[in-house]
């Protein structure tokens, strides 16, 4: 089973810009789905965005427009560029290998 490490997390000012990165330990060419989620002080874990083998990418509403995911099959990576960061973005957030296996998180906190 493929092991995730998120890294790139850290403390923002509003409005600022993060990039996540989501490494695996195997290949992820043949995982249809890569996705990132989060999960707030006493809030459930919440999808952020999705990413097929082929490049296609959703987003949850609210970050829309100023989230950004991509996939690298040949060096096994799937990224969140982050920009225009709010405090309600703050949150541990995750990459998950529908189905299969998730991270183990990197807090992103987003602060003046």
């Known amino acids: 089973q493929v092991q995730l490490v998120e890294s790139g997390g850290g403390l923002v000012q509003p409005g600022g810009s993060l990039r996540l990165s989501c490494a695996a330990s195997?290949?992820?060419?043949?995982?249809?789905?890569m996705a990132w989620y989060r999960q707030a002080p006493g809030n459930q874990r919440e999808l952020v965005a999705t990413i097929t083998t082929h490049g296609t990418a959703e987003y949850t509403k609210s970050v829309k427009g100023r989230f950004t995911i991509s996939r690298d099959n040949a060096k096994n990576t799937v990224d969140l560029q982050m920009n225009s960061l709010k405090a309600e973005d703050t949150a541990v957030y995750y990459c998950?290998?529908?189905?299969?296996?998730w991270g183990q998180g990197t807090q992103v906190t987003v602060s003046s």
């Open positions: 195997g290949s992820i060419s043949s995982i249809n789905v």
């Open positions: 998950h290998a529908l189905g299969l296996s």
